[in-house]
């Protein structure tokens, strides 16, 4: 389901309220509508995602680890209250009604026997979109999935609360019937692209309550998808294994490097020998970004014209004169004790593939010391959580490989 601009709702102001004698935590609020009114029946839908940006002011770049869930239902008098939630993981709740457009809340990862109150996630009045998808022929298409893609940003004078994104990306999928027909309703108010595989339509406004329609959608099917062979190789030499590839299908016409939807991309990881394969269900101007996982050798990128042949290239990548390093350090109490046994989860940087850690969790030792081994160099968040609760959970940023860290928890 799509994300309603949520502008002049309150559910960014966050209150929390602190109980370290449970540990699990508890999210909860109220659903209104457009004039204030409870609204009842409400689902509310949770999805564990693996954390919010590092930094507030950048753009919502994070990574889901499971699919949405039924979590309650709002009551009489519109309130919900949202069970079993742990202390190390962030959520997405979206909060579903069929008279109205959708609306979104968010919890960032917080502390033991937390109350979090979501305030008041204000619903509005869904719209309808509906129209036709045809061949280049004129006949209709059935059975062929339509999705929606919408950008939605919190105003300048409305800001996210730290922790929150600024832009939100989420998808509605209805299917053609057998006349071509697609209708989604109801469908929240602003502005959104409507795709068919990785053909773009749009842009479109929906108001409050509003219609857009009757849309004309031509799609015509794809070729094959081309194969792409690729051999990694370093300059010195050395055959590169378990490498990474991503492909890219870019703009029509522009120089710049971002995808032409927010779904034209593939990857792909290679084998022990240096031999990747990447199947590419896009033709056209693209570009290739190669990257050895463990962060000895510089990312390569090239641009390619794919086709439906396949396509055998050895791509070669020069050596990192800062390659990927240790990220280590000890953590003390303020009395500057060592601290044994403390949970130290290394987040990684969700802008790259940031770490090539086989393990993402350690533990401090006797004399207070964690260690993570080939860390790519860049700003990642630590988060620590002491098991016997002498101390709450803290969140270092930003945490870089190279030198070591010096962590006093209060």
Known sequence: MVLPELEDSPNHRV???????????????KVVDQHGASVDKVHVLKMPILSLPADSQSSASFSFVAKARPATETNAQGEFQIKGLHPTQAYKFVFFHPQFGSALGWM?????????????IALVPGGKVWGKLLDPQGNPIPAKRIDTVALYKKSADNPPAPGLPKVGIHRLAAFSQEDGSFLFQPFPPGDFYLTV????????HMEAGGEVGPLQLSWSPPNPPSLIHLRVVGSDGNTIPMAYAQLIQLKEGSDSKQPRTPTSWTSSTGDSSGNLFLRAKFSGHTLLRVRDFGGNYLEQEKFLEVSEEKMDLTITLDPNPNPAGSLHGTIVSASGTVLENLRVQLIPNTGSLSCNCFQLT?????????????????????????????????????????????????
């Open 108 to 120: 960032d990862v917080g502390f033991p026997g937390e109350r979090y109150n979501l305030g008041s």
């Open 197 to 204: 595989d990785e053909e773009l339509n749009g842009p479109y």
């Open 362 to 410: 350690v533990t401090t030792d006797a004399a207070g010391y964690f260690s993570f081994g080939s860390v790519y160099q860049a700003k990642h968040r630590l988060l620590i959580s002491d098991p016997n609760k002498q101390f709450p959970p803290t969140t270092y940023y930003p945490a870089e490989p190279g030198n070591p860290l010096w962590i006093v928890l209060q």
């Open 15 to 29: 209150e929390i309220e602190f109980h370290f004698s449970e540990g699990e935590r508890i999210a909860w609020g």
